[in-house]
Each structure stands twice: as C-alpha cells, then as structure tokens.
C-alpha cells in the first residue's frame, strides 16, 4: 500500500490550501459562489484550477454574460467538524448567489460516529442556506464520491466496506437535504466507473481527476444555470 497516499485525508498533515476570491464586485455584474468542503471540493492531486468548483465557474463565465466569481473553503482531510470551524473562522457574508455542500468523506474514512455526521450536516446546510441570503433554492449537496473504486480503496482491503459505509452518509445527505428543500446533486455513480476507467482517478490513485471533476460539471450545470438565471 503506497504510504503517501494512504495518509491523504488524514488532517494533521501538511495540507492543501484553500482557494479563497473575491466576493461580489459589483451587485450588477458578477455572481458569488461559495463551495464549502474538503479534498474532493478543492481539488487534490489537480490543478489549481481543475476542481469542479473552479470548473463550474469556467463554465459558467463561457455561457455568460455576467460572470461568477467562486470562494472555495475546503482542505484535504476535513471532517464536518473541520468546516464548521473554517467557516466560522472565515466568517463568509450572506448574499451569495450559489453555495454547494460536499462533505462528509473524512468522517467515513476516520471512523467517526455516525451521530457527528448527522448533527453537524444539518448545520452545514442551515449555514449554506444563511450564506444563499436565506434562499435554499439557491443551495446544492453533492453526494459523497465513493473512494472504494480507485486503487487505494482497492488495496485497503475494505472495499465493500466503503461502499456500504458511504452509502448511508449518501441516503441521510440525501434525505436531510430533500427535507429542507435543498436540491441534491448525485454524482457519487460516476466515481464507481473509477475501475474501470482509470482517466477518472487522479494520479494519486484516490482522488477524482479533471476528467471527473468535469462529468460533475455536465451533471450540475443545467441546475446551477436556472438558479443564476
């Protein structure tokens, strides 16, 4: 098993750093997205500007008239107790146009109590819902990308175990969010052709690549596009 990759979700290492720009300009000619998360949010073992954040804002700037601007808070290896103390560190402004949640991972991989995930996600999303001015149309969680389809899943020996584990953090998301009136975004399929299409894991072994990060892209924009409409 590689050492290296092993340990990359992991906190207490040496980490990423979060991706932070400027908030609106101006109130008529630029939208503000905020992306909260952890390593698949901003990016790991891809370019600065290859997560699907950064690739969404592209996309979006491409088709538009009025450009996004995007504040990414995430890091490699945070757990929803990480984020919930970022945030509250950064203190982000409440009149984003589009915030996306995608979290959760960590917890799984850490063997944290199940109970955390459930208390601190239904915060995440009344936060994300606070930083939409208020507005949960404008909100979107994207499900958990399931690690257990690259080679590192693969030689951990836990496999099956992932997928089961990951799944229930999916369903509660899932659930949680469609409650409160969030739209949710599944993308955690396209992470399971990981196997057998190796140009959607990065060059890690456990993360997803640009290519990835894109099909989130196709799957997300017809939703993102109405939302800033």
């Not at 990981?194 to 989130?216: I, Q, R, T, W």
């Amino acid at each position: 098993m590689n050492f290296k990759i092993l340990f990359l979700l992991i906190p207490f290492l040496p980490l990423s750093c979060s991706v932070s720009k400027n908030k609106k300009t101006s109130e008529n000619s630029v939208y503000a997205y905020l992306a909260l998360g952890d390593s698949y949010t901003i990016g790991e073992s891809v370019c600065s500007t290859c997560n699907y954040p950064e690739q969404l804002t592209e996309r979006l700037n491409k088709n538009s008239n009025k450009k996004t601007s995007v504040k990414i808070i995430a890091k490699t290896g945070w757990t929803t107790t990480d984020l919930l103390g970022a945030i509250r560190l950064e203190n982000p402004s409440t009149d984003y146009d589009l915030v996306t949640l995608l979290i959760g991972v960590n917890n799984q991989y850490q063997g944290k109590p199940f109970s955390i995930y459930e208390e601190e996600f239904n915060q995440l999303l009344k936060m994300a819902i606070e930083f939409a001015n208020g507005k949960k149309e404008n909100v979107i969680v994207l499900s958990i990308p399931d690690y257990a389809y690259t080679p590192f899943g693969q030689q951990s020996g836990k496999a099956e175990r992932i997928t089961s584990e990951l799944k229930r953090y999916n369903q509660y998301a899932e659930k949680t969010a469609k409650e409160m009136g969030i739209y949710f975004q599944e993308i955690t399929d396209i992470t399971q052709q990981g196997l057998e299409n190796p140009a959607l894991v990065a060059s890690d072994g456990l993360h997803p690549s640009n290519e990835a990060y894109s099909k989130f892209v196709d799957r997300m924009i017809e939703k993102v596009s109405k939302i800033l409409r």
